[in-house]
């Protein structure tokens, strides 16, 4: 199912998309009552997910036209959990910027966290901060929720931590990211976390995904992979994460960006007014940005 946030009559809401993808059904239509996106990732079951599917047929809701679609998770209680250097061949583009160590074996993960007051919604503009930014950069990357702690878990396990899946473009000032050892503040701007446009439970992917991830810049095609190309996969990242720290419930996690940043380019291709981004995921969707 495809799961969204929303605003409708001035409330904000959580439904399900219809599955000719034109309503909107309000998750309370259809028996659940959680209140926030973030709640019904942890708490609600798979007989509750079962139940929900069947309810869902034939259903009438909203006109997707009608609402406001906002960010699956507005704002995430807690820091995103980020990988760097995720794919081999965007660790090649980035030795130029970040260091040649950069492009060698990734034997370990590279984890940062992105700090976000309210995710950026489907159709909203992304602050560019020119005032400080002169380097602002895209990046395409498929995300996870987590649906329940997470402790000492095993790679083989890791299945059923995961709630489900959606798109984030973890937009990133590289003067300012690569002005500190640690990347938080660089990537951590408001308006850096375009997320959305839906959150799709876990069931309509293989596990691990296996899925392309695409990126246009003015229709302009500049990052093009598959998930199966992660350096670190999702069952690696479980395991790794949780050998010795808690991962708790509602946590977001993003895989990483494939090559075809701003920066890889010679000379760098970063954002400017106007630029519109289309971040796309297969089996998600599309969310598409215009820098302001």
Known sequence: MKLLTYIY????SIGVLSGDEKQVVPCTDLGISYPTMEELA?????EELA??????EGCKGIPLENVKVLAPIPRPSRDIICLGVNFKDHAEESKDVMGAEYAGERKYPIYFAKHVNEAVADGDDIDGHFDIVTDLDYEVEMAFV????????????????VFGYTIMNDVSARCIQMRHKQWFRGKSFDGFAPMG???VTADEFDFPPKTDLTCRVNGELRQNTNTALY???IPYVVEDLSSAMLVKAGTIISMGTP???????????YLKHGDVVECEVG???KLTNTVK
């Open 9 to 12: 009559n001035n409330t904000e």
């Open 42 to 46: 942890v708490k609600i079951t798979d």
């Open 51 to 56: 139940e929900t599917a069947k309810r869902l």
């Open 146 to 161: 987590v649906r329940r702690d997470i402790v000492k878990a095993k790679a083989e396990d890791a299945a059923k931590y």
């Open 197 to 199: 446009p839906y959150l």
């Open 231 to 233: 350096i670190h996969n």
């Open 259 to 269: 090559a075809g940043v701003g920066m890889g380019f010679k000379p760098p291709r």
């Open 283 to 285: 089996g998600i969707g």
